[in-house]
């Protein structure tokens, strides 16, 4: 991630926390209009919201710092810590809401002011919406496993605002006052779900999870359309740090190759695999023909292969 992206991700992380403030106020003051314990469930995840905000701007902030003595490799992990934590406060927040449903279920009662508070909760939908899609993009184009992480769980924050305003208006026109907590216990199956999805996807990332398939056969057709002058390539690994990629292989060339010759093909490589994966930390082990290679072996353009 180049420092322009660094700023970027940071900004939209800080930008974050009053947003999720203005939404959880929102929300909380639809509750409060209606006294719906379905609302309330909405609001109680809108404060899981706004603690994720200023989890992940303080960890992306973290992740930005660059790598020193003590952590050679870099900070981008913490990323990943932020994300965790969220999917942490996800299944707290769902907790927090069948607290209140179950007891509410023995004794429902018929909502307060229902229009205005259905309004308010339907314009507080709509600012998480656009917010959801705008994290998830930046996510994805900053490779901010923080930003993705918060844009999903905003995005189910939202899925979840649609159907507490469905079901709500449904039992408005029922008059089956019950309707009210059992949504808002699907509410909170729906928000543990979320929160697992969030912690797992983290957890790949904490334990080094190779980059996806796609990316990394665009690493291996870059290697293998640009090794000319090697005997081949092997024992490729990738792994992905946060916003970091890491390409570690081997390289076969001829014993008598001087090293300026292997050291131009190292770069040719290097350029290429950056020209599909910008920012990639490469390290390329150099070896003489001879030596015993592990792996797969993938050909290269001069006929030679790798393993």
């Known amino acids: 991630m180049t420092a322009s992206d660094n700023r970027t991700v940071l900004r939209l992380a800080f930008w974050g926390i009053p947003l999720s403030l203005g939404v959880m106020a929102l929300k909380m003051l639809a509750w409060w209009v209606t006294g719906s314990v379905a609302l309330l469930s909405d609001g109680l995840e809108s404060i899981v919201n706004v603690i994720a905000a200023v ?16 952590h050679p490799f870099g900070h981008h992990k ?20 069948l607290s209140e449903a179950i007891p509410e279920m023995m004794a429902p009662r018929l909502l307060n ?46 899925v979840t605002s649609a159907g507490v305003l469905v079901g709500l208006l449904l039992a408005i026109a029922t008059g089956y006052a019950v309707l009210d907590p059992l949504l808002a216990i ?33 690493i291996k057709q870059a290697i293998a359309a640009n090794a000319g002058g090697s005997l081949g390539v092997h024992d490729l690994k990738t792994r992905q740090a946060g916003p970091a990629t890491f390409v570690d292989f081997h390289m076969v060339v001829p014993e008598a190759m001087p090293v300026g010759d292997a050291h131009d093909i190292c770069d040719r490589i290097e350029d290429a695999i950056r020209a599909v994966h910008p920012g990639a930390r490469i ?25």
Do not use: C
Request: aromatic fraction near 6%; proline fraction near 4%; charge should be negative.
């Open 283 to 307: 390290a390329i082990h150099v070896e003489p023909e001879g030596e015993k290679a592990h792996g797969v072996r993938v050909k290269v353009s001069n006929g030679a292969s790798r393993k």
């Open 55 to 70: 989890i992940a701007y303080a960890m992306i902030g973290y992740a930005a710092k660059p790598a020193d003595a003590g």
């Open 113 to 158: 002011a229902p229009a205005l508070g259905l309004a308010i909760n339907f314009g507080a939908g709509i600012v998480n919406a656009i917010w959801a899609y705008v994290l998830i993009r930046a996510g994805r184009v900053h490779r901010s496993p923080a930003l993705s992480a918060d844009g999903h769980h905003i995005l189910s924050d939202v």
């Open 78 to 97: 913490a990323e990943y810590f932020s994300a965790v934590i969220e999917g942490v406060l996800i299944v707290v927040a769902a907790l927090l809401i």
């Open 186 to 218: 699907v509410v909170a199956g729906n928000i543990l779900l979320q929160g697992w999805k969030v912690i797992s996807r983290s957890i790949d990332g904490l334990m080094d999870k190779a980059v996806p398939a796609e990316e990394e056969e665009a």
